[in-house]
């Protein structure tokens, strides 16, 4: 039986998405040797990022088959409670948000909102890829020590491996009735999703004051 598209995706570029899911970031979160100003540099471009992928959820609903509703829906409610976190573990550090924008972060901000031009299947495989690289990312460098452990918790838990296993299900099965343009563009999209993460853990590593 020939791979499902989205793991076939993961499959054909699984040097990129390597790339995007384990980083130097990680590594030295889980070895304690992260400074300070690495990970805030982090946490205040995440919570920008956060905030479109937000605006990019809704835009995913609006054009979703009800179906799929309860599982988009039930993301949602797990933004919402992350934004207030993000706002906490910003004030717990003493850091002002919101920040000024890193071009990097815009970079990823502006995909997502070029999203809206695709169709819902190219969307859904976004949706599903950005969720899969936290969810592997964390996972992967998990146990993280404090005071990391709840950040590594949060995208590394197993109920979220499900969801977005569920992510998965939805986007491949939106894309059994995807033309050859759309599928050929969501691979695209994979690929995109890949490079944009590996930047934005780069972004954060190389931050230095
Ligand atoms: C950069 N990718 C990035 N930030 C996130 N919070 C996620 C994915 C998961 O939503």
């Not at 609903?61 to 409670?81: E, N, R, S």
């Not at 207030?84 to 890193?102: D, I, N, T, V, Y």
């Amino acid at each position: 039986m020939p791979k499902a598209a989205c793991a076939g995706f993961l499959h054909a570029h699984s040097e990129a998405w390597q790339s995007a899911t384990v980083h130097p970031f990680l590594q030295q979160c889980q070895q304690g040797t992260l400074v300070p100003a690495q990970f805030n540099t982090w946490l205040v471009q995440d919570y920008l990022f956060v905030i479109e992928f937000t605006r990019f959820a809704g835009r995913l609903l609006a054009a979703a088959p009800v179906a799929h509703f309860d599982t988009l829906l039930g993301g949602l409610t797990v933004i919402k409670d992350e934004l207030q976190w993000f706002e906490s573990k910003a004030q717990e550090r003493g850091l002002a948000m919101p920040a000024a924008m890193q071009p990097t972060c815009q970079a990823y901000c502006l995909f997502m909102q070029g999203l809206m031009r695709e169709s819902y299947a190219v969307q859904a495989v976004a949706f599903w890829a950005i969720e899969r690289a936290y969810n592997q990312g964390w996972q992967g460098h998990s146990p993280m020590p404090e005071p990391y452990t709840e950040f590594g918790d949060r995208w590394g838990n197993e109920r979220f491996t499900d969801y977005v296993g569920v992510l998965e299900q939805q986007a491949n099965s939106a894309l059994a009735l995807a033309t050859d343009a759309e599928l050929a563009r969501a691979e695209k999209v994979v690929l995109e999703v890949a490079r944009l993460e590996k930047d934005f853990w780069q972004m954060a590593f190389a931050a230095a004051d």
